[in-house]
């Protein structure tokens, strides 16, 4: 091998580089997916959970447009039920600790939304 | 063409129907850590054997003045003939595809005669294609780390900063298709480059559309658990494989197109990764006047020296009356 005394060190930086993900990881306790702080007296929220986990943002996106930018604050879940559309009294109604819900999975997966900026974040009975 | 294209929407198919049936561990794990292996493996096989090569004498690609006399101006960077000049070249054609810059068209005109333009378009969508991924790899190491790093949520505030939309659009998800798009299209749309483009030019263009277009399916669109892909990326990375349950299918699609890439790519073009570190026509100071270079697979040198000569036939050229640097007598004085 040619130029070995540059070559090598270069591998030797690039699996490195590569691999970091790995030995960065050796000392990790086994991860956990977040455990989220249900709330205790209700058993279902506005939609089926799976659909909950996975377009929550966008059901809060549209609430945000439609509340505040066209005025209307009825939503009609998929199951007939009538609900206001409201942050404060809807949602945080039952889910009412910020720390124990919103924040466990979005900082485990590194998601900042910008609720909170106008919003006042909920602290559950502290 | 078609067949890239028709081999991409094949392995998108594969991984959709495996993820349908039943082989989510294979995809979501096996593969995956195959890939990994074959990628390291056949990138430092790809560099080992390059570096066996001899490279004998300096080939750079000359495009200034070379050092000469004293009162003409060299060029440091287009022709360097020191380390530091070779080193910033580089460095400037690593990070900024300096060569790209320079790229001209060629035309000809009514007369006829040939013109030359300036064309940069290249160059601007390749530095835009390199930087975006590179920032989408880096983004993506949420996935494998916990806690995640303050800089990769600095990198994810700067890169969504626009605010569009939820889940926030990344910019750099728009201009990474974007690029692709160009860097197909001109491929696809300019003669020349359309004569010379082979089914190994069009399939890593494919490859990385399917990949990056999967990524924003899932993303923007599908909407796959999050919570439980960390779960099964970190049992990848901690060696400790987990399948979590549901799962969409958007996410397989995703890591089989990945393991393709990986798996692919040292066997590529895409190995101008680790190539254009190698390039001699780069990385060498034009230096081949001021240097002696010796080429490395020489044989030694067979030679003799009058004094060995002259020790063998010193008898012979006395007695023909040769004049001889050392005489019979002294010869056997000195041993």
Redesign the interface.
């Known amino acids: ?4 005394k540059y ?1 090598i060190p ?2 030797v930086i ?2 490195g580089l ?2 970091f ?2 030995w ?2 050796l000392l ?1 306790p ?5 455990q989220l702080a249900m709330p205790a007296d209700q058993k279902e929220c506005i939609e089926p959970a ?1 659909y909950m ?3 929550h ?2 059901i ?2 549209v609430w945000r447009d439609q509340a505040l930018r066209e005025g209307k604050r009825a939503y009609v879940a998929s199951n007939g039920k009538v609900w206001d559309i409201s942050l404060q009294n809807t949602c945080m109604k039952c889910h009412a600790n910020k720390a124990d819900f919103c924040d466990k ?1 979005h ?8 609720c909170w900026d106008c919003h006042v974040a909920p602290r559950g009975n502290q | 063409m078609f067949i890239s294209l028709l081999a991409v929407i094949a392995l998108g198919c594969i991984a959709w129907l495996g993820a349908a049936s039943g082989f989510q561990y294979l995809i979501g794990v096996v593969l995956p850590y195959a890939a990994v292996l074959v990628f390291i493996g056949g990138f430092v096989w790809r560099i080992v054997d390059w570096a066996k090569s001899p490279v004998p004498f300096r080939i750079p690609t000359t495009a200034g003045q070379q050092k000469s006399l004293d009162w003409i101006k060299p060029a440091r960077l287009d022709s360097p003939f020191t380390t530091a000049g070779t080193v910033g070249r580089m460095l400037l054609e690593v990070l900024l595809f300096r060569s790209l810059f320079r790229n001209t068209s060629v035309e000809i005109q009514k007369g006829p005669r040939v013109v030359y333009y300036s064309a940069k378009w290249l160059w601007l969508f390749a530095l835009l294609f390199h930087y975006c991924f590179l920032l989408i790899f880096i983004r993506h190491f949420r996935f494998f780390l916990e806690p995640v790093p303050f800089a990769l949520t600095a990198i994810e505030f700067v890169d969504g900063i626009m605010q569009i939309g939820v889940p926030r659009m990344f910019m750099s998800d728009v201009l990474v298709v974007a690029a692709l798009g160009f860097l197909l299209a001109r491929r696809l749309f300019s003669e020349k480059i359309r004569y010379i483009s082979l089914a190994n030019d069009y399939f890593p263009l494919f490859l990385l559309l399917g990949l990056v277009g999967s990524g924003i399916w899932m993303r923007y669109f599908a909407k796959v658990d999050i919570a439980a892909v960390k779960v099964l990326t970190m049992g990848l990375v901690t060696m400790n494989p987990v399948l979590p349950e549901g799962i969409g299918a958007a996410f397989f699609i995703h890591i089989f197109l990945l393991s393709c890439l990986l798996a692919y790519f040292p066997f590529s073009k895409l190995m101008h990764m680790g190539g254009v570190f190698l390039s001699p026509t780069r990385n060498l100071p034009n230096n081949t006047r001021a240097v002696r270079h010796v080429n490395p697979w020489n044989p030694p040198k067979k030679y003799r020296t009058y004094a060995e000569y002259e020790d063998e036939f010193r008898e012979l050229m006395e007695e023909a009356g040769l004049p001889v640097d050392k005489t019979s007598e002294e010869a056997a004085a000195a041993e």
């Open positions: 091998m040619y130029n070995g070559i270069g591998i690039f699996v590569f691999t993900p790995f960065s990881n990790t086994k991860y956990e997916r977040p799976e986990r996975a377009e943002m966008h809060l996106d999975c900082n485990s997966n590194s998601v900042s939304p910008y």
